[in-house]
Each structure stands twice: as C-alpha cells, then as structure tokens.
C-alpha cells in the first residue's frame, strides 16, 4: 500500500502532532513499512488457531483480601493539631 503525503497529514493530526517536512517523509516511510508487514502476516494460514489475548497466559494475580484491625483513632488523632475526636479538622480552602 502506498501511504501518501495526506495520509501521513491526517494521521498526524488525529495523533495531534506536528510533523516538519523531513518527519513527513521518515514517517511515510515507516508506515508503508508497517503496511508492507502487516501484508506479510496477512498471508499466514491461521486456520485452527484459537485467537488469544495475550501472548502468555494470564492470571489474576490479585491476593485474597483479608480482615485486619485497624489503628487506634484516638492514637492517630493524638498528634493533630485541630480535631472533634472523630476526624481531623482543617481550615475551610473553597468558598
């Protein structure tokens, strides 16, 4: 596929990029060559191949959640300068 000036310009500008005259004509360049690859792997046989997601199988590699005590609030509100026993209170930023 042959990857005109304008094409590279609409690119771009949905990339919202800004190509100089010399960028424009390395990226043409290298997006025939995406093209001309995507052509090759276009004529491979898939044909019994079960389409993946990933190249390496996944897992969920999440921990199981588990019930821990919290800290003490009269301790963590200990330190504040300003507090009701319940929260920190702080000096009122936005009207």
Do not use: C, W
């Amino acid at each position: 596929m042959n990857i005109g000036m304008d094409m590279v310009d609409y690119i771009a500008e949905l990339s919202r990029l800004e190509l100089q005259a010399g960028e424009k004509q390395a990226m043409t360049a290298q997006l025939e060559q995406i093209i001309a690859y995507m052509d090759v792997l276009n004529k491979l046989d898939t044909t019994g191949v079960e389409p993946m997601s990933h190249v390496f199988p996944v897992k969920n590699v999440l921990r199981e959640d588990q019930v821990s005590p919290s800290q003490d609030r009269a301790a963590l509100l200990a330190g504040s300068p300003a507090g009701d026993k319940e929260a920190f209170l702080v000096p009122k930023a936005v009207e």
